[in-house]
Each structure stands twice: as structure tokens, then as C-alpha cells.
């Protein structure tokens, strides 16, 4: 039996630390959807918050705390709709070309804010501009188009050929509205059209329900401010932004309180600090059961009832807490951003737009369907991220592969579908109900599936310019073959080797596609500079001593990518320490090998030049383009076709270290 020998000072002290990390705190009690959104509106209050008297100007996109009565008539006076002459419509029954009737012009003209001064009496007709107050005698407004001037005796005179009806082109007063009538009800949300049905009124003001203040904080030891250094080991708050803006989408106020450490003291001081001057406190970070995890900790000494919910069956967005502490909400949210915004939309959100006075916004939907298998957790609900794109009878849904730790899935997706607590998974080729996320996408003009580039952003983005929308979907090369034989894209990106000839790319081809040459980049060997062990070598010697060497830890790349196959050729069968290590871009190799997570990897050569590493290159490689053939004459596949031959996007492409393939 071994013996651990006792640790004292800073040996014990570390070693409690990783006790306590490892120790399992369970949730409170992880319940479905239905019963934690029950639990915690149970004992929150869902009515409008109380009015406030805002000017028109700061008042859109309010909603109305009262009925708005109209004071006034508008418009407020009998008004003249043309430019022309009040009449007596008797005055003219029966005119005709062959019958026209003669008005003497009385001695004034209306123009708009003027007041009449001269009656319309029986045999005469007053000049009057359009929105001019109708005088007194007329009843009707003949155009000026309409008349004909006789200049000769004593005053001058119209002749009219046709005859009007009482009320033409006159707009009476009240007729649009009414003094005393519901101008707009409460509830109702200020939009521009209803900001000028006030002014109309003589409305400088109006009452509106007060927006719900909501605290916003950041937890965690990691978190920089966005403007500041970033740390080694740290990342920018960015859930603090998202929430800020997505407080201001459901119509709340959020009050930044920024982002904290882990320190138990700091951070309930700024909890209470919250509740005591914000309706509502939503908290990112700290729920879940790591050795940082303090804010849910800290939620049942604040008040009563406290936690509601710790611990939601869904994914992304487990470690949900749901407090109230009096009668504030208190939501702790996960750190991860997609759970967190997720969980936001689902919980919070719907409270934040109750309590400013707003309607529950209608989910919108569409049915599509879903290529790929996509595996889920039994007993978590399941929401996953996807791209829509058109399949010609239907929409499809891609699984846009970016996990709950992913800044930008939420913003890059079009929706997301839900899988089954009791579903091992969702098969290829299944229908789907997507939930549409924000305003109803662009349909893209063009879709690029396959392996992503650099360089491909900026054919994507010439294409922009010349406005065509173009989705690009990262599937991999393989997945880009895949979904370029389904159909499911324009163009396929892929820079894939075939082992028996050593030529990129032609042995992909299958009738109905065609290769369109992209750009060369070279691949090669990434190691921190002035590493020793390879500094000076080839990279045939480098990748040798690599393998001699079992402190020497790789990065690999995933299976499908064409670097991987490469990488595989290289190896020859041969599985170094790190080989399992799989990451999905040139980036993340370059990153690892950059932070001392690993010695060594296979990227291109811009990326390497990015993260300041070494490159010894191995061998260079085509990136090219799967065309379906019958979409080459689409308006945007000829776009693309233009763009890669474009001498300005040559040069961009020439400037990020790859070679544009030749005309």
C-alpha cells in the first residue's frame, strides 16, 4: 500500500484546490423545459411595469401605457384637396362643353394658412390652393385643370365644361381624425406612423410603460474587457455585449455592470448592488459545477424565495439557474455563449417583453429537411444551430457544427431545430421544424459548401460588392463532395489528393460537375521559433526528428479535411503523442502549436505567418472549385466565375500568400 507523504504549505493548499475542482457538486434538480419556465413564472410578475411621459421623439418603439384620446380634429378645418376654386356645386349642375356655366372669381386667394375672408355666394368661385380652408357658401372644389380663365370684363371669370357633386375633392374636418375619439390604445407599440398620428393631435408627449432595467454581469477569473490586453488563458466578455443588446431587442434597459473574478465577496456585493437599482438581474457564468462556479452559490443568501431552478434537461443550456429574490427575477445564465443566449431567449427574454408592455413575439417556423445524421444526448431536449439553404423543393438544414462555447453560432445561424429527450438522434433525411432567429433571411444568391480558405472571404466578399449574397457553409472537403452530389450547393471548395497520382482534386469529379481552378497554397511544417529540435532543418528532417522524439506532442487535423489527408500520407501508419488531438482549421493547429499546447502541426502558410510561427514547407496544394454544371448560368455562379478571374481579387488573393491559378 502506497503512502501519500502529508503536504504542507502551498503543496497542501494546491492540492485541496484540486480536491475541491474534482468534487462533484450536483444541480439542485435538473427538470425539463415546461416545469422550470412554470416554476419560475409562478412567482414572478408579468404585468407592465408602471407609465412614464416621454417626448415623441424618444418615445418609438415604446408601448402605451393608456388610451390615446384625440384632443383635436384633424384635419381641423374643411380643407381643399387640389389646387383649383371653391364653388357651389348648384352653381354648376349641367355644365357641358355645349352648356358651360360662368363664375365671377372673388377679390381673394386661399393659400394654405390663410383664413377666408370673402363668402362663396350664388354665381362666384374663390382661387384656392391645395390644403387651403374651404370658405364660407362653397361645398365642392372644381380642379384648376379643369377651367378655363375669361379674362375680358369688368372682373375675371372661369368657364366650367363639367359638373361637380357636393364634396368634391374637399376633406372635411374630423374626417381623418375625430376630436374624442381612441386615437391609438394601450399597448399599442410606437412605430413612425403612429409617432405622426400624435404630432397630428398637437402631441408633444405621451405616456408609456417604463422599460424593465436589467443589471447585466460577467463572472469568471478568464474574462477581459473588450479594449483591454488580452491575458494568456483569458478571453474577452463578450456574453456582457451580446446580453446588453439582446436586453435592448426584447425592449429592456440594461445596466452594464461588467464582468467580475471569481471572488465570492466582489461579486454578491454587485448581485445586491444590482437588485436594489434594476428590475431584473441577469448573470452570465459561475452556474455549473466547476471550481470557479460561484454565482449560484452566492443567489440563496440574497432573499427569498431564491432558486426556483438549477439545472434545465437542455442542450445547450443545462446549468440554468432561475431565482427571484423578493420580486426581482435573478437568472444565472452559462457562461458558454450560445447556451447563454439561448437560455435568454427562451427564459428571459419573453419577462424582459411582458414587463415593458409587450405582445409574446410569434415564433416563426419552416420545414426542412436535414442531410446529415445528427447525434444528441438522450434525456436533454436538443437545440441545434443551423444554415438554411434552398434544395429546390424545400428548404435544407445544416448543422452549423459550432458547439455552445462559439461566439458567432448564434448570430450565423438562420435557426435552429429541436431534438427529443428520448431521440439517440435525428437521421439523415428527416424533416425538421426550424425556428427562424431574427428578421426573415436573404435567401443567398449562392452557396458554397466544402473545405473554408482565407482567401475564400474575399471572393466572398468581391461578390458582395457587387451585390450577390453568397452563404459559404465550412463542411470540410469531403463534406463538400457529399453535398455536391446531392445537389445541396453551388460550389463545392476542396483541395483533396489523390494518393494514387499525387494530383489534387480531378478524381472528385462525377457527371454533371466540372473543376473550376481557385488558387495554390502551400502546406507545411509549423514549430515555434528558435525551437532547437527543428530550427535550420528541412521538413522532411523536421517531421522525422519529431517522430524520434516522444516529448514531441503534434497537432493533427479532422478526418475529411485534405490536410489530414496529407498529414496521414506523411505519417505513413506512424501515430505520434498528440495524433487523437483533431481540431477543424488551420487556425486551431496554429494556435496550439503557437501556445506551447503542442510542438508541432501541418498548416498553410498564411495562417503560420499569422500566429508568428516557422514553416518549412512540405508541398504545395490546389484549392478548386466542384461547379454543378446546371448552375453555371445562374446570374451569381457567373458572378463567381468573374470575380476569380478579376485582376483586383487576384492581387488580394496574391497578398495572403496563395497563388491564383492561372487564366
Known amino acids: 500500500m502506497a503512502i501519500i507523504p502529508k503536504q504542507s504549505g502551498r503543496g497542501a493548499s494546491v492540492l485541496d484546490a484540486v480536491r475541491h475542482a474534482a468534487r462533484q457538486e450536483q444541480f439542485l434538480e435538473v427538470v425539463s423545459a415546461e416545469e422550470a419556465r412554470r416554476r419560475f413564472e409562478a412567482c414572478i410578475d408579468r404585468s407592465p411595469l408602471s407609465s412614464e411621459s416621454l417626448p415623441l421623439a424618444a418615445a418609438l418603439s415604446r408601448v402605451l401605457a393608456v388610451d390615446v384620446v384625440a384632443p383635436v380634429d384633424a384635419p ?3 380643407r381643399s384637396n387640389v389646387d383649383g376654386f371653391a364653388v357651389r356645386a348648384a352653381d354648376v349642375i349641367g355644365a357641358s362643353d355645349g352648356a358651360p356655366r360662368r363664375l365671377t372669381l372673388n377679390a381673394e386667394v386661399v393659400a394654405c394658412g390663410v383664413e377666408p375672408a370673402i363668402a362663396v355666394m350664388p354665381g362666384t368661385a374663390t382661387t384656392i390652393a391645395t390644403g387651403g380652408v374651404i370658405p364660407r357658401g362653397a361645398d365642392a372644389v372644381v380642379m384648376i385643370e379643369h377651367t378655363e380663365l375669361i379674362e375680358h370684363g369688368l372682373a375675371p371669370a372661369i368657364e366650367l365644361r363639367r359638373g361637380v357633386s357636393s364634396g368634391q375633392f374637399i376633406s372635411y374636418a374630423g374626417s381623418d381624425i375625430a376630436r374624442g375619439e381612441t386615437l391609438l390604445r394601450k399597448g399599442t407599440r410606437i412605430g413612425s406612423r403612429e409617432v405622426g398620428m400624435l404630432a397630428a393631435c398637437g402631441l408633444a408627449a405621451t405616456d408609456v410603460v ?18 483591454r490586453p488580452l491575458k494568456p488563458a483569458s478571453v474577452y466578455d463578450s456574453n456582457g455585449a451580446i446580453l446588453a443588446a439582446a436586453i435592448i431587442e426584447a425592449g429592456g434597459e440594461p445596466v452594464p455592470f461588467g464582468a467580475f473574478p471569481d471572488e465570492e465577496v466582489a461579486l454578491e456585493l454587485a448581485m445586491r448592488t444590482a437588485l436594489d437599482s434594476c428590475d431584473m438581474v441577469v448573470l452570465s457564468g459561475g452556474t455549473s459545477k466547476g471550481a470557479g462556479d460561484l454565482s449560484h452559490r452566492i443567489v440563496p443568501r440574497l432573499g427569498q424565495p431564491g ?3 438549477h439545472g434545465v434537461a437542455l442542450k445547450p443550456g443545462k446549468p440554468l439557474c432561475l431565482a427571484v429574490i423578493g420580486d426581482k427575477p435573478l437568472i444565472v445564465l452559462p457562461g458558454f ?8 431567449h427562451a ?24 442531410p446529415v445524421r445528427i447525434a444528441s444526448e438522450l434525456g436533454r431536449e436538443e437545440f441545434v444551430l443551423v444554415s438554411l439553404v434552398d434544395g429546390g423543393d424545400g428548404p435544407i438544414a445544416f448543422p452549423t457544427g459550432k458547439g455552445s462555447g462559439a461566439v458567432t453560432a448564434f448570430s450565423q445561424a438562420d435557426g435552429f431545430l429541436a431534438i427529443d429527450a428520448l431521440a439517440a438522434a435525428l437521421d439523415a433525411g428527416s424533416s425538421a421544424e426550424v425556428t427562424l432567429i431574427g428578421e426573415a433571411a436573404r435567401a443567398p444568391d449562392l452557396v458554397i459548401m466544402g473545405s473554408h480558405d482565407v482567401a475564400l472571404d474575399v471572393v466572398v466578399g468581391a461578390l458582395a460588392e457587387r451585390g450577390y449574397h453568397a452563404r459559404a457553409i465550412a463542411v470540410g472537403s469531403l463534406g463538400g463532395v457529399a453535398a455536391a452530389s446531392r445537389g445541396e450547393c453551388d460550389l463545392a471548395p476542396v483541395h483533396l489528393v489523390d494518393p494514387a497520382t499525387g494530383i489534387y482534386n480531378k478524381h472528385l469529379l462525377a457527371p454533371g460537375l466540372a473543376l473550376v481552378p481557385g488558387w495554390r497554397r502551400m502546406q507545411g511544417f509549423v514549430f515555434r521559433p528558435a525551437d532547437a529540435r527543428f530550427e535550420g532543418l528541412s521538413a522532411a ?24 489527408v496529407l498529414v496521414d500520407s506523411l505519417l505513413a501508419g506512424a501515430r505520434p503523442p498528440g495524433y487523437a488531438n483533431q481540431p477543424r482549421s488551420h487556425n486551431a493547429v496554429a494556435a496550439a502549436v503557437a501556445q506551447n499546447r503542442a510542438d508541432w502541426g501541418v498548416a498553410i502558410e498564411p495562417v503560420a505567418r499569422m500566429y508568428g510561427l516557422a514553416f518549412l514547407p512540405i508541398a504545395p496544394e490546389e484549392y478548386d472549385f466542384l461547379l454543378l454544371e446546371a448552375r453555371r448560368e445562374r446570374p451569381a455562379v457567373q458572378a463567381f466565375l468573374d470575380v476569380l478571374r478579376d485582376e483586383v481579387t487576384r492581387a488580394r488573393i496574391q497578398s495572403l500568400g496563395m497563388e491564383p491559378a492561372g487564366e
Do not use: C, Q
Not at 337 to 344: K, N, Q
Open 76 to 78: 381641423p378645418f374643411d
Open 210 to 227: 417604463r422599460r424593465p432595467r436589467v443589471a447585466v454581469l460577467s463572472t469568471g477569473d478568464e474574462l477581459v474587457e473588450p479594449g
Open 307 to 309: 432558486i426556483l431552478v
Open 337 to 344: 455563449p450560445t447556451s447563454a443566449i439561448f437560455t435568454f
Open 347 to 370: 427564459f428571459v427574454a419573453p419577462i424582459i417583453r411582458a414587463r415593458a408592455g409587450l405582445a409574446p413575439e410569434a415564433a416563426r417556423t419552416v420545414t426542412a429537411r436535414v
Open 541 to 564: 528532417a523536421a517531421l522525422k526528428a519529431a517522430l524520434a522524439d516522444p516529448d514531441v506532442l503534434m497537432v493533427n487535423r479532422n478526418a475529411g479535411s485534405g490536410t489530414r
